[in-house]
């Protein structure tokens, strides 16, 4: 019977179902690999929130709060903010009541440490990670703008905002991050490969470790997600 049913009733459907077995997911990738923009798109279909530590800890900066002050000189040379800081910061985030029944992980855990302080706090189901070459990144990162109001992504040519240089969903004006210059890019892949790059190998002495390829375009990143995550 089900077949019958429009499809409007069965995404709803599906959304709940996901929802209480409360998935709990982890977004891997190199910076720019589009782990935001897929986040978006998973947030609808499994009815969770996604949490951003990059996004957090802009905001933060953008205020000018102490936790803002210490993370900006680490963020502005494209080095890692110290683990215990983030930790902090994502213990907090999801003790809150929207992540009870589930969350999405993007840019959280980057270290090993990371990981195993997650591992202590939370029983993750799945690390997706999204394969592109670090030669694809460096171009997209150049034409990528970010709000910093809402945390929203858009690449000029391959998701551009419907009014140039305006967020989509808030209306603030989009601007350049900092850290997407050409020099702090390269150094942020770097220590992409040699601190975060290991978590596909702890993910996968769990079992929970799925990859898919994300140079295809987000159309298609979005459809290798829904198969590999069974949505
Ligand atoms: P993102 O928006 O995820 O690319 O993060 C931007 C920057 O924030 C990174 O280059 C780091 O400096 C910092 N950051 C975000 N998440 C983490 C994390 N889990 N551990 C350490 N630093 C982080």
Known sequence: KTRCWPASTRVSLNKREVGDMGMKLILLGAPGAGKGTLASYLIEQMGVPSISTGNILREA??????????????MDAGKLVPDEVVIGMLKERIAK??????????????????????????????????????????????????????????HVEANPPRVKDVCDICGDKLVIRSDDQA??????????????????????AQGKLKSIDGAQGITATEKFAVEALGL
């Open 183 to 204: 020099e702090v890019v390269r150094h942020r892949l770097e220590t992409y490969h040699e601190q975060t790059e290991p978590l596909k190998g702890y993910y996968e």
């Open 61 to 74: 900066i953008k205020n000018n709060t102490p936790l803002g002050q210490s993370a900006k000189e680490y």
């Open 97 to 154: 009541r929207d992540c009870k029944s589930g969350f999405i992980l993007d840019g959280f855990p980057r270290t090993i440490p990371q990981a195993e302080a997650l591992d202590e706090i939370a029983h993750i189901d799945c690390a997706l990670s999204l394969e592109v070459a670090d030669d694809v990144i460096e171009k997209r990162m150049t034409g990528r703008r970010v709000c910093l109001r809402c945390g929203a992504t858009y």
